[in-house]
């Protein structure tokens, strides 16, 4: 699902809001999101899960081309761990998935 995708999904869902206010909310939290995260907040969404940040040390690499090493600098990342919520709403749907990949 896209960006796109889901702001045609809520303004279908929700037949008072104009498709513009939809882009605007979906726009909204995303970006409060990005902000709370960036200043190193975590993010839970109750049945959802969790964003946190994760931090990947300093590391030597090598340069695919010349062969030569490369220091790759630390690096903080974003992580998603999903809820049990979640977890278990993925794994319900799952058998039907597989009947289908199989015919």
């Not at 899960?49 to 030597?60: A, E, L, Q, T």
Request: no cysteine; proline share 7%; glycine share 6%.
């Amino acid at each position: 699902m896209t960006r796109s995708d889901l702001v045609a999904r809520l303004a279908e869902r929700f037949s008072q809001l104009t498709q513009r206010d939809t882009e605007f909310a979906v726009k909204t939290i995303l970006d409060a999101m990005t902000d709370a995260l960036a200043r190193g907040h975590r993010i839970e969404i109750r049945g959802f899960g969790s964003f946190s940040i994760n931090r990947r040390p300093p590391r030597m690499g090598r340069n695919p081309r010349s062969g030569e090493q490369v220091v790759i600098p630390e690096k903080l990342v974003p992580h998603f761990k999903p809820g049990k919520a979640l977890r278990e709403a993925v794994d319900a749907r799952q058998p039907a998935a597989q009947d289908s990949d199989a015919a």
